[in-house]
């Protein structure tokens, strides 16, 4: 591998661009070599507004014509299983936005794949990449490696909907539709749903996986869902020992903002993280820090303001140079489904 990692992307849509083209182009250490996107207009705008030297009507095209060491692929995730394996047997080191795919059991098979292939493939779950979420870690596996202030008792996430723009600008366009080529159906939802808890899971994995897998991060463990409520306000879990686990998901009216909140309760202490909207650049989150016992002290760490999409950028060019392992495994993403599916089903019986 050269000095400078050579990405490729698939795909120059609103996020293509605004979450992660924005990023890997100011990254000294990367070079962004090709564009495979099938508007052939926008993509030539694309393609110059960002100095990207070679432009394909298709991934296809891209694989075979350029050396690469890794793909970035930003695409509705509906069509990952058309897509992500052709990327994955070319040998290529891979990040996709979340969810992984549809099913829990066609993410099986891309995370096996992967595997078998030896090259990564890093799930965008960018709220990890947040600086106040690495501050919060940090502190509970400290916590746990001393025993200081007890087991965890309880966590609650709450997020109810909000501006996830953020009024950021918007993507460089031409307004052409792309073509349709072959392999680019649509994956099925899983065979079991009916259309209408078919539609309630898509928006469920579409939304609120992020907090379903920032939910485990801060858990440590897996966890398994108890309870769905038919109104579609919260879930109730249960971690693998034994620590309850609430996700409350009701909105208000109110979406002119961003309340996406995490409380991590110990016997003696406590954690308050408090993530910002996905496209407010230039926050880290906030922490707030308790400490029991006979000294209590509540502590508001200084994080430095940065963007969650450039830190995971950061850090998945230095996974491909080998300097550092992904925040998020192929496998952990797939429990991620298999809890979304857990919820649906619970819905279905209610």
């Known amino acids: ?25 100011t990254l000294p250490d990367c070079e962004v070599v090709a564009l495979a996107e099938g508007r052939a207009e926008t993509a030539r705008l694309v393609a110059a507004r960002y100095g990207i030297p070679n432009v394909y009507p298709d991934h296809r095209a891209m694989l075979e014509a350029e050396d690469l060491d890794a793909v970035v692929a930003i695409m ?40 078998k292939q030896g090259v990564i493939y890093y799930v965008g779950y960018m709220k990890r990449s947040a ?29 109810p909907p909000g501006d996830w723009v953020y009024s950021i600008e918007g993507p460089v366009s031409a307004g052409d539709a792309p073509p349709p080529y072959e392999g ?31 939910i485990r991060y801060l858990l440590g463990e897996d966890y398994h869902v108890r309870y769905a409520d038919p109104a579609g306000a919260a879930l109730m879990a249960v ?19 961003w309340e996406e909140t995490y409380r991590v309760l110990l016997r003696q202490a406590k954690i308050d993280l408090s993530i910002p909207s996905p496209m407010a650049r ?12 006979e000294h ?11 963007w969650a999409f450039l830190e995971q950028a950061r850090h998945f060019v230095a996974c491909v140079k080998g300097e ?9 993403a797939v429990k991620d489904l298999e809890v979304a599916e857990e919820y649906a089903k619970l819905l279905a019986e209610a």
């Not at 001393?146 to 966590?155: I, K, P, R, V």
């Not at 693998?240 to 409350?248: H, Y």
């Open 1 to 25: 591998m050269s000095d400078k990692v050579r990405i490729g992307f698939v795909g120059a849509g609103y996020m293509g661009q605004k979450a992660h083209l924005d990023n890997y182009v």
């Open 76 to 115: 509705y995730y509906g069509l990952h299983h058309s897509v992500v394996p052709d990327i994955l047997r070319a040998g290529k080191h891979l990040l996709t936005e979340k969810p992984m795919c549809v099913c829990a059991e066609t993410g099986r098979e891309m995370a096996g794949l992967a595997r």
């Open 131 to 159: 600086p106040a979420t690495q501050a919060a870690l940090a502190t509970l596996q400290t916590w746990r490696q001393s025993g200081e202030f007890g087991e965890m008792t309880y966590l609650r996430a709450a997020m």
């Open 184 to 214: 680019q159906d649509m994956e099925a939802m899983p065979q079991w749903m009916d259309e209408k808890i078919g539609g309630i899971y898509n928006a469920f994995v579409n939304y609120y996986i992020h907090q379903v897998n920032l």
């Open 239 to 257: 971690s693998e020992s034994g620590i309850p686990v609430s996700l409350e998901m009701k909105g208000y009216g109110l979406q002119n903002g």
């Open 282 to 293: 230039q926050r880290s989150g906030e922490l707030e820090i308790f400490r029991g016992k």
């Open 296 to 306: 209590q002290s509540v502590e508001q760490p200084l994080l430095r303001p940065q």
């Open 324 to 332: 550092a392992r992904p925040r998020v495994e192929p496998e952990e």
